[in-house]
């Protein structure tokens, strides 16, 4: 008789992580620690749990120490990502992941299964939780339909900390990072938790936040804020989220989580520019920065997930979820610094998806249903140029607010089926398919410019251009197949795709005016939505990967070679055309970790990376200002019971593109190290030890987008930041 495999029970902890629904090829999850077989469990991408021996597919998860480890040294969420999982891009070290690709293309961000994408494609996802609050990261590599659109590149899910059963739980962590150059070059941050609860109901309470000062580059010299997609200096953030778990029986319960973020510009220095920007070719930090909208990002979450593993003979899933966000920038010259605005852009998204998953011997089938709605409004405060030109740009008091983009909103629904068949002891194989249809619906709009010039006595009224409706709908396939070698040792291959829209934000509202003699802009002509559709544009990979786990070493590697045919174009007479449009990421990525001994481990990771497009019949390099950059990383580590040190270096490679523009890699080393006390652990974190002094990859892809407009690439020269050293105290009680 055929050994069956050995199918996870579906935990509600693990099943209620996994809330996006599955129709791709379920990836592998690779945990960074060491495993001892591969028919553990680890984890899974397809909201149903499942052995690392059901799921072929590429994934990392960071969990556990290391991951703390990371966090209380002194990296942030960003920093981690880019330093831990070979695929992904570095961090920005500026508030927006603009860029931060995952094999080359976009990746969707979730907290416990809840998007923070949206269609508008503003990059803060990860201005969206205090790692204090994290239990672990998965990041599924590659193309994949599984949560649906955005995630051509990946998926990285956030999942948060839940409490445990027993008497009340506490944790406590406080720590300071600090460059030593003067008393404003400091951060400070701290997290206070409670946990607990019974067999039925347990939940974990939790407070955290940090403060932000100034950042020195490795010259010690200030590093300019970031006045294109805001910074991070002179921040403040608080994170403060609570989570209840029931359990009302052996086979229902119920997770409710609860979120309120904010991070905010808190402090009194600014971009100077100059009297009447004049030094935009030297500008200087001052004191005496103010603005009446300040950089922020403010969001709230609720959501519900149940499960039920007996219903109607089927494991079900059902989860409800809200997310709101607030996001605003810094003053900003526009239009050829005709004026000065920031803009505030807002977001409300609701979801429900559902899904039943049925044992039929050796097939097991999932499908359900995802039901969506997004909400998109964004204005734009002018300030009052006079005052904002004399003050070299420290000086923003509001004049008026206008709408900066026209407001949309979408509503989508897709379905899904998604069926896995052991064939044999060593090979199982699967196949899916998801088919969304979304309706678009726009507001009548009159564009910035004109409501500018009408505010400035050109003009006395503009006509609106007209708003619409229309429809969209995709289909999407995934296959799949992995295959046991040996008992710790697989090979797989599949086949995915994932899809994504065009910016709505970006691409609608569109129009040509003329100024009447009586003082009216008159609309010439428009992009007429009722008869242009967004439509959703396919990304297609195949994969083929290999993998083996033993108690002394790990290896992880897989390539990849990823293909679109066709993207939008906004022709000249503002219509929409889907236009053949060639591009292709192709690489490999790998990860390999060796334990000589108890106390050792000597790892490393790479990713190699090509992006290119097709331009007159020939491949050629992608912009750099999208393109990723390959990368390697090494690390070597001690650790016994009570003490723990690492070594790890990260090296970018440059890249160039077919218009000569270049991105210079960063190469940077950390040293961690972590003592445990009598009560607690005390962590001490050393990074960019050897001061290197760069500009980076956000500075140098910004000084090419901003430049047009400004003339100068002077203002956006952001530097890294230099060495630092953290201290970390944290106790659990």
């Excluded at 997290?191 to 100034?214: E, M, Y």
């Excluded at 990002?297 to 109607?312: H, K």
């Excluded at 990979?541 to 290896?555: I, K, N, S």
């Excluded at 790479?606 to 990723?628: C, L, P």
Aim: net charge negative; charged share 20%; glycine share 10%.
């Amino acid at each position: 008789m055929r050994r069956q495999p050995n199918r996870l029970s579906r935990t509600p902890i693990a099943a209620l992580c996994m809330t996006g629904i599955a129709m791709g090829t379920a990836p592998l999850a690779f945990a960074q620690e060491p495993m001892g077989s591969l028919d553990e469990l680890v984890v899974v991408g397809n909201r149903a749990p499942s052995q690392i021996s059901e799921v072929p597919g590429t994934v990392w998860v960071l969990e556990g120490e290391e991951l703390e480890r990371q966090f209380e040294s002194g990296q942030s969420l960003k920093d981690t990502l880019g330093k831990l999982v070979p695929g992904m891009d570095l961090g920005t070290q500026n508030r927006t992941n603009f860029g931060q690709n995952l094999r080359g293309r976009s990746v969707l961000v979730m907290i416990d299964g809840v998007s923070l994408n949206s269609s508008r494609g503003v990059s803060r996802q990860f201005d969206s939780i205090d790692p204090f609050n994290i239990e672990r990261i998965e990041v599924l590599s590659g193309a994949t339909a599984i949560y649906g659109g955005g995630s051509t590149g990946g998926i990285i899910n956030i999942i948060t900390k839940k409490g445990e059963a027993g008497d009340p739980q506490f944790e406590t962590e406080v720590g300071a990072t600090s460059g030593f150059n003067n008393s404003n070059d400091r951060d400070l941050r701290a997290g206070q938790s409670i946990s607990g609860g019974t067999d039925f109901v347990k939940g974990r309470l939790a407070v955290a936040g940090q403060d932000n000062g100034a950042f020195y580059d490795g010259d010690s010299d200030p590093i300019l804020p970031d006045i294109t997609q805001t910074d991070l200096q002179y921040n403040r953030t608080l994170d403060v989220m609570g989570n209840l778990q029931f359990e009302f029986s052996d086979t229902q319960s119920l997770d409710l989580t609860a979120q309120v973020y904010n991070s905010k510009f808190d402090g009194s220095k600014g971009l100077y520019l100059g009297q009447n920007f004049s030094r935009l070719n030297n500008p200087e930090i001052r004191n005496g920065f103010t603005t009446d909208r300040e950089p922020e990002s403010d969001r709230y979450l609720v959501n519900a997930s149940y499960r039920d593993t007996d219903f109607l003979g089927h494991t079900a899933y059902l989860q409800a979820s809200t997310r709101n966000e607030e996001l605003s920038f810094h003053p900003f010259p526009g239009s050829q610094m005709r004026y000065v605005g920031a803009s505030k852009q807002n977001t409300e998204q609701h979801a429900l998806k559902a899904m039943l998953v049925k044992e039929l011997g050796d097939v097991q089938l999932t499908y359900g249903v995802d039901l969506d709605r997004e909400d998109f409004d964004a204005n734009q405060m002018i300030f009052d140029l006079d005052q904002a030109r004399a003050s070299g740009l420290l000086v923003n008091e509001a004049s008026y607010t206008t709408p900066r983009y026209p407001s949309y909103r979408v509503d989508g629904t897709a379905g899904f089926l998604q069926a896995e068949w052991q064939a044999t002891d060593r090979l199982k194989l699967d196949a899916g398919v998801r088919h969304r249809r979304a309706s678009l619906e726009v507001s009548s709009f009159v564009p910035v410019q004109q409501r500018v010039n009408i505010e400035n006595g050109i003009g006395s009224s503009a006509e609106p251009i007209p708003g619409g409706k229309n429809d969209y709908e995709i289909t999407l396939f995934n296959a799949g197949a992995i295959y046991s070698l040996t008992n710790d040792q697989q090979i797989w291959g599949s086949f995915s795709q994932g899809n994504e829209i065009p910016d709505p934000g970006k691409v609608l509202g569109q129009g040509q005016y003329s100024l009447s003699g009586n003082g009216q802009y008159q609309l010439t002509d428009f992009l007429n939505l009722d008869n242009n559709n967004l439509p959703a544009l396919k990304t297609n990979q195949v994969e083929l990967g290999w993998r083996r786990h033993t108690p002394e070493w790990d290896a992880q590697v897989a390539t990849y070679y990823t293909w679109s045919d066709k993207d939008t174009d906004i022709t000249d007479r503002l219509t929409v055309d889907v236009v053949d449009s060639k591009t292709r990421a192709y690489g490999v990525e790998g990860s390999a970790a060796w334990r000589p001994v108890d106390q050792w481990e000597v790892g490393t990771t790479g990713h190699y990376v090509k992006s290119e497009t097709k331009q007159n019949g020939d491949w050629q390099d992608q912009a750099v200002t999208s393109a990723s950059l390959p990368k390697a990383t090494a690390h070597i580590q001690w650790e016994n019971d009570d003490t723990s040190v690492r070594f790890q270096g990260v090296h970018a490679f440059d890249i160039d593109d077919a218009q000569g523009n270049e991105i210079e890699g960063p190469t940077t080393f950390d040293l961690l190290g972590t003592q445990k006390l009598p009560a607690g652990e005390l962590t001490l974190g050393i990074n960019n030890i050897f001061d290197k002094q760069y500009t980076t990859v956000w500075g140098q892809r910004a000084q090419l987008f901003y430049e047009p407009s400004i003339g100068t690439t002077a203002p956006f020269e952001f530097k890294g930041r230099g060495r630092t050293y953290s201290l970390s105290y944290s106790i659990k009680y």
